[in-house]
């Protein structure tokens, strides 16, 4: 047994009425983080600066990993540089936590490799584990221990000296919108307040390269957007991958973008860059009044696809011309109420790439 997880550990003051009694929750964190550190020393040296002159954080060489007869990660290839954030955006299936565990050392690709900071992750997987940190998509921390609890116990996982840790914990729980509630046992805490003590947690060891799998899950609207002000603060600070299926957030986040479906990145790019590809295709949705036959088949005669229904008009070609519309319907005798050219949107993207709906 790790001398970290012994008795006299936890039993420590800062447990104070825990005792000796760890969860299977924690003691499941425990392991996790054990297995990241593998056999990495408590006391060992710092990291020597990894000898590569390039300004990537994270480059993947044909990443594969196939369960039996599945190909998961279907040989990828990607490139992150330093202080990007980057979103793996794809549905449930797709590779995404495959893709992460990899990178982190927790799963043996079938094919392929990965550096992270220069560091290859089957060659030097210790050297890796000491500058990565994970919010694992499945928030484990324990939910009877209260913030400053989970970060000593994880904190003594990682060797950090008990001084050092108190003045990180103190700076991440400020940071994270968390002192107020830093004394309250986890299991008082909403969802989002979780999934910030984790993202915390993968911070406390200042690892250069932050991995947050699906850090909003499972949250609503409102709390989602709390957590994204709160990782937006570590923006060009760290280099971060984040898993996402909410369109939404790796629009708000991400400084680029990989969409990914059935173990492949399908396309790449900042969000607009995304948007712009699929820019063949506008649409404009106008409601008016006096929509007769006559209107929709001049149209139609005009324009490649005309929907209408309940007095809205849908229009989409390759070219879209505001004026000219609002005009020619006037002229052909339709009253326009309103209407607007809308806009791509990732989704959009997503449905043009795969040939289906994100939320599937
Ligand atoms: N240990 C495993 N053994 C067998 N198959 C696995 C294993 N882990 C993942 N898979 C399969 O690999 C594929 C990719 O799974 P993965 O968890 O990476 O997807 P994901 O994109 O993270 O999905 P989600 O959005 O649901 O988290 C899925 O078909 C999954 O069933
Ligand atoms: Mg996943």
Redesign the pocket.
């Known amino acids: 047994m790790c001398p970290c997880l012994s008795p006299g550990l936890v039993s420590g003051s800062s447990f104070g009425q825990y005792g000796t009694k760890l969860e299977p929750h924690t003691i499941k964190y425990a392991i996790i983080i054990i297995t990241l550190l593998g056999e990495m020393r408590l006391t060992s040296p710092k990291v020597e600066p990894a000898k590569v002159s390039d300004d990537l954080a994270i480059q993947t060489l044909n990443l594969t990993k196939i369960?039996n007869s599945?190909v998961?990660v279907d040989s990828i290839e990607l490139n992150i540089k330093k202080g990007e954030l980057f979103a793996l955006l794809?549905?449930?299936?797709?590779?995404?936590?495959?893709t992460i565990n990899m990178l982190c050392c927790l799963l043996k690709p079938t094919g392929g490799t990965a550096k992270i900071m220069g560091y290859d992750i089957l060659k030097q997987p210790f050297k890796v584990k000491e500058i990565i940190g994970v919010s694992p998509?499945e928030t484990a921390i324990s939910e009877r221990l209260n913030c400053w609890e989970n970060l000593s116990l994880i904190g003594k996982i990682h060797g950090i000296n008990a001084k050092e840790l108190k003045i990180r914990s103190q700076q991440l729980l400020e940071t994270m919108g968390l002192t107020e509630r830093a004394k309250d046992q986890v299991r008082k805490f909403s969802g989002g307040m979780k999934r910030r003590l984790s993202i915390i947690m993968a911070l406390v060891h200042s690892p250069e390269i932050l991995f947050l799998d699906?850090p909003t899950l499972g949250l609503d609207p409102q709390a989602r957007r709390a957590v994204w002000e709160y990782i937006v603060r570590f923006k060009g600070e760290k280099t971060i991958l984040l898993?996402t299926?909410y369109m939404e957030e790796a629009d708000f986040l991400a400084d680029r973008i990989g969409i990914m479906d059935e173990g492949k990145i399908d396309a790449l790019g900042t969000s607009t860059e995304l948007k712009i590809s699929i820019l063949e295709k506008h649409t404009m949705i106008i409601y008016a009044w006096n929509l007769t036959q006559k209107v929709i088949n001049e149209m139609r005669g005009r324009y490649k696809e005309v929907e209408v229904t309940d007095g809205t008009m849908i229009i989409t070609d390759k070219k879209l011309d505001f004026k000219e519309i609002v005009d020619r319907l006037h002229s052909l005798g339709a009253i326009v109420r309103s209407a607007y050219i809308k806009e791509p949107t990732l989704e959009d993207v997503f449905l043009t790439i795969t040939g289906k709906e994100l939320r599937e």
């Open positions: 369960f599945l998961a794809g549905p449930n299936g797709a590779g995404k936590t495959t998509q699906e898993t299926h």
